[in-house]
């Protein structure tokens, strides 16, 4: 089992700025790809952002330039650094991670989300 813990979430004013985290603990032998998603009010869930194994990253067109995922695989934890916030970035944030159990098996892990509001 792999556990996710994400930390970091607030209130900010727009154009503003927060760092997020997302620690993961539990049995496990390897973390390949750490992905940063988001749901506003009234919206479907979407992918911000990914970091995959190799450190190779991806955003989302709505983010690109302003938000920068990273990963320190010591800490075994995943970062979201999000500048030049706007109101239509306001919403909740969770944490997916897809790797290795001890047992080899494949898993795909989420965390229970922070939440971002960013005012006007």
């Known amino acids: 089992q792999v556990l996710l813990v994400e930390s970091g979430g607030g209130l900010v004013q727009a154009g503003g700025s927060l760092r997020l985290s997302c620690v993961a603990s539990g049995n496990f032998l390897s973390i390949h790809d750490y992905s940063w998603y988001r749901q506003g009010p009234g919206k479907q869930r979407e992918m911000v952002a990914t970091?995959?194994?190799?450190?190779?990253?991806k955003t989302a067109d709505s983010v690109k330039g302003r938000f920068t995922i990273s990963r320190d695989n010591a800490l075994n934890t995943a970062f979201l650094q999000m500048n030049s916030l706007k109101p239509e970035d306001t919403g909740a944030y969770f944490c997916?991670?897809?790797?290795?159990?001890?047992?080899?098996?494949?898993?795909?892990?989420w965390g229970r989300g922070t939440s971002v509001t960013v005012s006007s």
């Open positions: 997916n991670a897809q790797g290795r159990e001890d047992s080899s098996r494949l898993f795909d892990a």
């Open positions: 970091i995959l194994r190799d450190g190779s990253t």
